[in-house]
C-alpha cells in the first residue's frame, strides 16, 4: 500500500512541475472544471484512444497469425473471474489498478523527469524522444510473459501502443493517459462476462459498462447542472496547484 502511494505521489508531483499547462489531477472531475470543453475533449479522446488500441490488437493479431506467429487466446482475458461471487467487480478493480499504477511507473515518473533535466540543461526534444522510446521498450518487455511464438512478438505488439501512451501522456496529461489504459484493460478483463451464455451475469455486466461510461457522464452531469461550457481556469491547471520546491547547491 506504501508503496503504490508513494508511486502515485511522486508521479503526481513530477507531472504538476514539468506541465504546469496541464489540467490538475485532483478536482479533474470537479465541477466547475469538468464542465469545461477542455475536460470534456480529453476524456471524450480516451475513449477514442480505446477504441484504437482496440482495433490495433485485432488488427495485430490477425495479420501476423498469417505470418506463422502464435498469440493463445487464453492469455488475453482470465476466465477464473466468473468464479466469483461478483464477476464483475475483479476487472474493475485490476483494470483500475493497472491503468493507474502502470501510467505512473512507466509515463509520469520517466517522461516528466526528461522534461525537467532536459529544459534545465537544454537538451528537452533529444531527451524526452529518447525517454519516449525507452520507456515503450520497457513497457512492452515487462508484458511479454505471455507464451507467444517468435518471442519477441509481445514486445513488438506492445511497442506502439505504449508509445502512443506516452505522446497522449505528454499532449493531454496523467489523468487521461489513466483513464484510456483503464477503459482498454477494463474491455479486455470483462471479455468472459459478455462472451459467456449466462443470464445472471447480467448484473455484473451492468456494473462494467456503467464503470466504463462513468467518466463521460460525470462530464456531461457536470455540463448541465452549469448550464453553459465554462472555461477552465488557471487555478486548476497545474500551475495552479504547483508547490514551489527549491532546489539548493552543496558546497
Known amino acids: 500500500g506504501i508503496f503504490w502511494i508513494a508511486l502515485y505521489a511522486v508521479a503526481e508531483g513530477l ?3 514539468a506541465f504546469p499547462q496541464h489540467p490538475g489531477l485532483y478536482g479533474f472531475f470537479k465541477a466547475p472544471q469538468a464542465a469545461s470543453p477542455e475536460i470534456a475533449g480529453r476524456v471524450l479522446g480516451a475513449y477514442i484512444w480505446t477504441g484504437f488500441f482496440l482495433l490495433y490488437a485485432v488488427l495485430f493479431i490477425a495479420l501476423t497469425s498469417r505470418w506463422g506467429w502464435w498469440q493463445p487466446a487464453w492469455a488475453q482475458v ?5 468464479a466469483s461471487w461478483r464477476p464483475g467487480v475483479a ?11 502502470e501510467e505512473c511507473l512507466f509515463r509520469a515518473i520517466p517522461l516528466s523527469l526528461a522534461v525537467l533535466l532536459g529544459r534545465r540543461f537544454g537538451m528537452l526534444r533529444p531527451l524526452v524522444i529518447g525517454t519516449l522510446l525507452l520507456q515503450a ?13 517468435p ?7 506492445l511497442f506502439i501502443p505504449a508509445m502512443v501512451f506516452g505522446l497522449v501522456f505528454l499532449r493531454y496529461g496523467l489523468m487521461i493517459a489513466i483513464l484510456t489504459h483503464f477503459l482498454y484493460d477494463l474491455v479486455l478483463m470483462s471479455l468472459p462476462l459478455f462472451m459467456t ?13 456503467a464503470a466504463g461510461l462513468l467518466p463521460l457522464l460525470v462530464v456531461l452531469w457536470a455540463r448541465w447542472r452549469a448550464g453553459a461550457w465554462q472555461p477552465l481556469q488557471d487555478s486548476a491547471r497545474n500551475q495552479g496547484l504547483a508547490i514551489n520546491i527549491a532546489f539548493r547547491e552543496q558546497p
Do not use: C
Open 151 to 157: 518471442g519477441y512478438s509481445r514486445v513488438i505488439e
Open 15 to 17: 507531472t504538476r512541475m
Open 78 to 82: 482470465d476466465p477464473n473471474i466468473l
Open 91 to 101: 476487472p474493475l478493480f485490476n483494470a483500475l489498478q493497472a491503468g493507474t499504477w
Open 197 to 209: 451464455d449466462d443470464s445472471r451475469l447480467w448484473i455484473d455486466r451492468a456494473i462494467v459498462i
Open 137 to 149: 521498450l520497457v513497457f512492452a518487455g515487462a508484458h511479454a510473459n505471455y507464451p507467444n511464438l
